[in-house]
């Protein structure tokens, strides 16, 4: 029998009636934050002789260029081009904890029946971060691919290794040298991820969901709800933009589609940061995040639509995934915002879009963050923070 969530209805001022609202909006993200991400994020480990050649030949970074420890934001796409599973990817060998644990299973006491040793403790090892709804997907697919290489793979149990994100809105943040991790690159000020071994904590945390809002305000998508499997190009999830690309690699799964749309220069729809307001309501002129005001819950059904105000031509989006007033969507840029197809910013007036939500229907406006413009030169970069972009 299918477990029914409680749902309370909450008396909204402006709004003037009550909405379902399954949890409370999380409240605005700080400054400088701690996170635990292993809720939502799953790490599969793969090790062995030959993991370093497989993943170069199956994912959308160039993998010896993580040899200096540090790893990267990455993808797996399928034959077409489209994107399967977004990802980071991890090398472990530098890490003493790592090291430690891997020569614990490999160790044979004396006087014992042999034992079936691992890969040794020198062969490329890697973490790969991803959805923890698509875990399973992904290590299937992995095995699938795997045909006669030499690695071993598996999905680290929960407690054994921890994805932690932390923030600093004021400092670029880099990995310490024997830290399993990398900076987030995908936009400038995200911060860094780490795996902590065994359950250690690393501060004072705040709630994932408060990491969710921040990552959501910068316009960055991540895992199936915002990232479709199957579903969507590189350039349409950003790919190009966060650094999850690169261009000048060699053969792997999916890259002639990514390649000529790269050269082309012809993406049509990219997912956008989305404010949500009220029908009546002024449009807003900068993106702000409003706890007090849950619209999110009240849009239904999966990926609703975004449509213009008479409805009568073809959607103008998708929206993906929302929180408090704010939400990410795959937008058609020439559409909903002032950008042409090349990329370039023209002069003309935008005009409102709709959601359907409960018994009412819903405003909607696309952002651009200003680190699009950008391209894909983010890495290790720090770019400020606009009013025109944040508050």
């Known amino acids: 029998m299918p477990v029914r969530i409680p749902c309370i209805w909450i008396p909204h001022p402006r709004l003037g009636r009550r909405y379902c609202s399954l949890a409370a909006a999380p409240p605005r993200p700080p400054p400088i934050g701690i996170a635990n991400i292993s809720g939502p994020r799953q790490i599969i480990e793969i090790h062995g002789r030959d993991a370093a050649k497989f993943l170069q030949g199956l994912t959308t970074r160039d993998i010896p260029m993580l040899s200096d420890s540090r790893g990267a934001y990455s993808a797996f796409l399928n034959a077409q081009g489209k994107v399967l599973y977004d990802v980071f990817i991890y090398p472990t060998n530098h890490n003493h904890r790592w090291r430690t644990q891997v020569e614990a299973k490999n160790f044979q006491p004396i006087g014992r029946p042999p034992i079936k040793k691992g890969p040794a403790v020198d062969d490329p090892g890697f973490f790969i971060e991803c959805d923890v709804r698509s875990a399973d997907a992904l290590l299937s697919h992995i095995r699938r691919y795997k045909l006669s290489s030499k690695f071993d793979s598996r999905i680290i149990p929960r407690g054994e290794w921890d994805m932690w994100t932390i923030w600093d809105d004021h400092r670029l943040l880099l990995p310490d040298p024997n830290e399993i ?94 404010q949500l307001y009220r029908s009546g309501d002024p449009a807003p002129e900068r993106l702000t995040y409003d706890p007090n005001l849950n619209l999110a819950p009240l849009l239904h059904g ?39 197809v090349g990329g370039k910013r023209e002069d003309k007036t935008v005009p409102e879009f709709k959601l359907d939500a409960e018994g009412d229907e819903l405003r909607v406006k696309a952002f651009v963050p200003g680190w699009h413009m950008l391209g894909n030169a983010t890495a290790f970069r720090r770019a400020p923070i606009t009013a025109s972009e944040i508050d």
């Open 302 to 340: 999966k990926d609703p639509n975004i449509s213009n105000l008479s409805g009568k031509r073809r959607p103008a989006g998708k929206f993906l995934r929302g929180v408090g007033n704010i939400g990410l969507a795959l937008c058609r840029l020439e559409v909903m915002t002032n950008l042409e």
């Open 181 to 274: 991790g990398c900076t987030d690159t995908r936009a400038p000020n995200l911060g860094k991820r780490v795996a902590v071994f065994g359950g250690r904590k690393l501060g004072v945390e705040v709630d994932f969901t408060v990491y969710n809002v921040r990552r959501i305000l910068l316009g960055v998508p991540e895992g199936q709800d915002e990232i479709l499997n199957g579903g969507n190009i590189a350039q349409e999830s950003n790919m190009d933009y966060m650094g999850g690309v690169d261009f000048r690699k060699g053969c792997y799964v999916g890259q002639e589609l990514t390649i000529r749309t790269h050269h082309t220069g012809v993406v049509r729809k990219r997912v956008l940061p989305i």
